[in-house]
């Protein structure tokens, strides 16, 4: 998931923050460090992972020379643990040696007969209102002044919109966002919260006056005095279009942003369309879901980024969403007819495409394609198998290159920095609650290339003191010298 502890409420309470920016700025402040030998990373690394405030956590650690089966540490390395958002390094590297590169989504708009046009859209995450003005564009370009009826064809991807082991409060969230055959703005909308003169509830601002008819708002918001703790949290029915919008705002509070994702992705994007085909005087009849015919002519047409830019905001920014629709792309692969392209499928081909890779397929078992769903495992030995693997492909610069660089970007950028693990670190980030791992590569200085895996689960530990002890043995493999 995108790098934030899940919470149905959205809550932001700032006196809570406090104290978390406490632990944070601890956590980030550099260790101590000095070069070590090969021999003394064990002692290194267990003193880290027998302290005491980690007695009831486990620990699963894998260290290797990269390029070669030597271990150099490890520990419960074959076991199975909740990975978090490390599930990505599987997903991302089973799409680059399936689909290559290059790959690109395509959404089509299809002319039919009584002057309907069809759009068939084929799961790309990177879909926004910039493109379907290009669509709208694009017809009116041919002409297109008219359309009787507009029909979305959302067949290519089936199954659940959203994985059933994923919790409540993640669906209910920005980064649990839906994932179909159509898919624009991450499939969500946001409004701003701005504050109004003492005890009156903030204002809502829509960035989308369509969007906004179809939601009853239930606000019991308070505007409070400056410079008070704003504590907001949204909150959505679990039936019926129902927000209720609680907590305070400071008088002299920036907007408050809040994300939710949509309900009904497919009249997301037909209401969106509708805007857009406006803008271009093209004047829209009814709008439905059905199917189009086959040899159609192709009158608009989009394409997503390549994928090797794809997997740079997966792996960087660890967005679940992009996730999701790449591990589905690997099923439309294998079935290229509508009604098939599942998450299960996909799975299989994932898991196919990992053997033949080297990975074995006892080393993990997953349900999602981004870590979301506390039901997938693995183990260490499978997550440094697949970096292993990758770094022996043709694609390995591409995989490389979409890995978050220590101290520099992605999820890494406010870690590891004025320490030696700067910028000679890249590797996966992964937080759940109680569930936190980094894997990834190393360039020691002094010592050969490493990769490597850590994952601690059944921690009570707040992730930023995790996180600092993982730093610290990450910190000290960056150290490694050649001793005699």
Not at 112 to 127: H, T
Not at 330 to 340: D, G, M, S, V, Y
Not at 405 to 424: C, D, S, W, Y
């Amino acid at each position: 998931m995108p790098q934030k502890s899940s919470c149905i409420f959205l809550l932001l309470f700032f006196s809570i923050h406090l104290n978390i920016n406490q632990q944070l700025a601890k956590a980030q402040t550099p260790t101590p460090t000095a070069p070590i030998c090969p021999t003394q990373l064990k002692t290194t690394i267990d003193a880290v992972t027998n302290r005491p405030l980690f007695s009831r956590a486990r620990w699963g650690i894998l260290v290797q020379n990269l390029g070669s089966n030597q271990t150099l540490y490890s520990q419960d390395a074959h076991k199975y643990f909740t990975p978090a958002s490390n599930t990505k390094l599987l997903t991302t590297a089973a799409a680059l040696q399936q689909l290559g590169e290059n790959y690109r989504f395509r959404t089509s708009i299809y002319r039919g007969s009584n002057n309907f046009l069809y759009i068939v859209g084929r799961g790309d995450p990177s879909l926004t209102d910039a493109q379907l003005r290009i669509l709208a564009k694009q017809l009116k370009q041919k002409s297109i002044t008219q359309i009787q009826q507009l029909v979305v064809d959302d067949r290519y991807i089936r199954g659940d919109l959203v994985p059933s082991s994923w919790q409540w409060e993640d669906i209910y969230s920005d980064y649990g966002a839906p994932v179909g055959s159509v898919i624009l703005n991450q499939n969500t909308f946001s409004f701003n919260l701005l504050p109004q003169t003492l005890g009156k509830p903030a204002l809502i601002s829509w960035t989308d006056a369509d969007e906004a008819k179809q939601w009853r708002v239930i606000n019991q918001s308070v505007t409070v005095a400056q410079n008070q703790p704003n504590s907001i949290k949204v909150t959505r029915e679990l039936s019926g279009n129902v927000l209720r919008i609680q907590g305070q705002l400071a008088a002299n509070s920036q907007p408050y942003l809040v994300t939710l994702p949509v309900v009904d992705p497919n009249y997301y994007f037909l209401r969106r369309f509708r805007s857009a085909l406006a803008a271009e005087s093209i004047t829209l009849g009814r709008t439905s879901i059905g199917i189009y015919a086959n040899n159609q002519q192709e009158v608009a047409a989009v394409l997503s980024p390549p994928l090797s830019k794809l997997l740079i905001e997966i792996n960087q920014n660890s967005n679940n969403l992009y996730a999701e629709a790449i591990l589905r792309a690997l099923a439309i692969k294998k079935t290229p007819l509508p009604n098939q392209a599942t998450a299960d499928t996909a799975l299989e081909v994932l898991k196919t495409t990992l053997t033949q890779m080297g990975v074995n397929s006892t080393g993990y078992a997953l349900v999602d394609g981004s870590g979301l769903s506390r039901k997938n495992l693995i183990s260490p030995e499978a997550l440094v198998q697949t970096l292993q693997a990758m770094a022996n492909s043709p694609q390995a610069s591409i995989f490389r290159a979409s890995l978050p660089v220590a101290g520099v970007n992605g999820t890494l950028k406010n870690r590891f920095q004025n320490t030696p693990a700067a910028k000679i670190v890249q590797a996966k980030t992964g937080t759940l609650t109680g569930a936190i791992s980094l894997s990834g590569y190393i360039n020691p200085p002094k010592y050969r290339p490493l990769v490597f895996s850590i994952i601690v689960n059944q921690t009570d530990q707040p992730a930023s003191i995790v996180r600092k002890a993982i730093d610290e043995i990450v910190v000290s493999l960056a150290q490694l010298q050649r001793c005699q």
